[in-house]
């Protein structure tokens, strides 16, 4: 008796072709020509300024600029690249980063009680590719020693005056790129208003740079550079010069426009029908309604069947 011959497992699967490979292990970047076409490009990782998790950052040698790049990413998105799909449709985005907020957590923490050569402090690895990067600690720290030996001391008065600074430099970005800043300014990104931002308060702008800013600061700074503006608990939204509390004062104006109109109304021959603010009667039922309302007063409902003895 013959045997049918067994085909080997996996036979027939085909290995992935080095095309779909390359395609799942790379990921996509948004970033200028000049940026992809510069020779000196390159891509390192360091810990993140506010919870120390690793971060990539784009280093531009040419230009002596530091790009932060940043993840964009939602459920159910891939990418088709050629004939092949990418099931990771997320995307990363580059945006350029002052490098001193790179290093103020660990100038902090190291240099707040002695001054720390920079080569010493900056010598792990990462770090050390960014200090060219920074022309100086002045704005944020004290030079101690001679001035070959660059070591620094953290001065936490000098940084935040220069935390502050960039909050209202930014701010006024922010006001001359007409960026909306009050409420509702998630969904005013993607829908075109007419509002002006000359007409609003400059605290709103302000204090939107100050997020911003804060994003790369750690919770005690945060915090620290938020009290020097003392910001209102409840910022009150300027729009066209009024108040919202002036706004809601004109309803009793409505009121008495809307009795006025009535009084027109009136005056002019139209009488409005009271009927339609009396309240309806309920309809009499009919014979048969009666006769079939007393049939089922005796009748159990379902559920009552289900019920336990």
Same mark, same amino acid.
């Given at each position: 008796?013959?045997?049918?011959?067994?085909?080997?497992?996996?036979?027939?699967?085909?290995?992935?072709?080095?095309?779909?490979?390359?395609?799942?292990?790379?990921?996509?970047?948004?970033?200028?020509?000049?940026?992809?076409?510069? &020779?000196?490009? =390159?891509?390192?990782? %360091?810990?993140? /300024?506010?919870?120390? +998790?690793?971060? #990539? !950052?784009?280093?531009?040698?040419?230009?002596?600029?530091?790009?932060?790049?940043?993840?964009?990413?939602?459920?159910?998105?891939?990418?088709?690249?050629?004939?092949?799909?990418?099931?990771?449709?997320?995307?990363?985005?580059?945006?350029?980063?002052?490098?001193?907020?790179?290093?103020?957590?660990?100038?902090?923490?190291?240099?707040?009680?002695?001054?720390?050569?920079?080569?010493?402090?900056?010598?792990?690895?990462?770090?050390?590719?960014?200090?060219?990067?920074?022309? &100086?600690?002045? =704005?944020?720290?004290? %030079?101690?020693? /001679?001035?070959?030996? +660059?070591?620094? #001391? !953290?001065?936490?008065?000098?940084?935040?005056?220069?935390?502050?600074?960039?909050?209202?430099?930014?701010?006024?970005?922010?006001?001359?790129?007409?960026?909306?800043?009050?409420?509702?300014?998630?969904?005013?990104?993607?829908?075109?208003?007419?509002?002006?931002?000359?007409?609003?308060?400059?605290?709103?702008?302000?204090?939107?740079?100050?997020?911003?800013?804060?994003?790369?600061?750690?919770?005690?700074?945060?915090?620290?550079?938020?009290?020097?503006?003392?910001?209102?608990?409840?910022?009150?939204?300027?729009?066209?010069?009024?108040?919202?509390?002036?706004?809601?004062? #004109?309803?009793?104006?409505?009121?008495?426009?809307?009795?006025?109109?009535?009084?027109?109304?009136?005056?002019?021959?139209?009488?409005?029908?009271?009927?339609?603010?009396?309240?309806?009667?309920?309809?009499?039922?009919?014979?048969?309604?009666?006769?079939?309302?007393?049939?089922?007063?005796?009748?159990?409902?379902?559920?009552?069947?289900?019920?336990?003895?």
């Amino acid at each position: 008796m013959t045997t049918r011959t067994k085909k080997k497992s996996g036979a027939n699967v085909t290995p992935p072709s080095p095309l779909k490979k390359r395609v799942e292990n790379s990921w996509i970047l948004l970033a200028k020509d000049s940026l992809l076409e510069n &020779s000196s490009f =390159s891509i390192i990782s %360091l810990p993140h /300024p506010v919870h120390g +998790k690793p971060a #990539k !950052y784009c280093l531009d040698d040419e230009h002596n600029k530091i790009y932060e790049i940043i993840t964009f990413d939602e459920p159910h998105r891939s990418w088709f690249i050629g004939e092949t799909v990418k099931s990771d449709g997320s995307i990363q985005m580059v945006t350029p980063v002052n490098p001193l907020f790179l290093v103020l957590p660990r100038l902090k923490e190291q240099c707040s009680s002695r001054a720390i050569p920079l080569e010493d402090l900056l010598s792990e690895k990462g770090y050390d590719k960014i200090l060219d990067f920074i022309p &100086s600690f002045d =704005s944020v720290a004290d %030079l101690k020693g /001679p001035a070959d030996m +660059k070591a620094y #001391k !953290y001065n936490e008065e000098k940084t935040m005056t220069w935390l502050e600074d960039r909050v209202r430099r930014l701010s006024k970005v922010l006001r001359q790129k007409n960026i909306h800043v009050t409420s509702g300014a998630t969904s005013a990104t993607f829908v075109t208003s007419n509002i002006s931002n000359d007409n609003i308060d400059e605290e709103f702008f302000l204090k939107y740079a100050c997020g911003m800013v804060s994003e790369y600061l750690q919770e005690d700074m945060a915090e620290t550079l938020e009290k020097r503006f003392n910001f209102k608990p409840d910022l009150i939204e300027t729009i066209g010069n009024k108040r919202k509390s002036e706004v809601e004062n #004109k309803e009793p104006s409505k009121r008495i426009k809307s009795e006025a109109t009535d009084l027109d109304s009136k005056e002019n021959g139209f009488v409005p029908n009271s009927s339609f603010n009396e309240v309806k009667k309920e309809k009499a039922l009919t014979a048969k309604e009666k006769a079939r309302q007393k049939a089922a007063s005796g009748t159990k409902t379902i559920s009552a069947f289900f019920k336990k003895k």
